[in-house]
Nanobody, 125 residues
Framework: QVELVESGGGLVQAGGSLRLSCADS????????IGWFRQAPGKEREFVGA????????YYADSVKGRFTCSRDNAKNMAYLQMNSLKPEDTAVYYC??????????????????WGQGTQVIVSS
């Protein structure tokens, strides 16, 4: 059973940083690729970044490349999204999602089968 819970969202000024966390209460976290997505008001959910189940491979959307970093600690069943140099356009609800290790990490929402409830990030100008 995979149950993902995000935390760490909040209000931050432009140029600031936040670190989001994604916790899994199940026993299979180390076998899961983790993706991060976000949904801004009035917009469709979009891919942000992903990390493979070992942590060896990461992949980012162009809009966040160089500013956001995915990482994970399998011993703690945790994944993280470090967000630096935040911009007002990064304001959104951020979600983590999982995909079994049998598949490559992906930027496609439909390829992830378990989702957290989301955490709100607001970046003020």
């Amino acid at each position: 059973q995979v149950e993902l819970v995000e935390s760490g969202g909040g209000l931050v000024q432009a140029g600031g940083s936040l670190r989001l966390s994604c916790a899994d209460s199940g026993r299979t976290f180390s076998t899961l690729n983790i993706g991060w997505f976000r949904q801004a008001p009035g917009k469709e959910r979009e891919f942000v970044g992903a990390i493979s189940f070992t942590g060896a491979t990461t992949y980012y959307a162009d809009s966040v490349k160089g500013r956001f970093t995915c990482s994970r600690d399998n011993a703690k069943n945790m994944a993280y999204l470090q967000m630096n140099s935040l911009k007002p356009e990064d304001t959104a609800v951020y979600y983590c999602a999982s995909r079994p290790r049998d598949y490559l990490i992906s930027d496609l929402e439909r390829e992830y089968n378990n989702w957290g409830q989301g955490t709100q990030v607001i970046v003020s100008s």
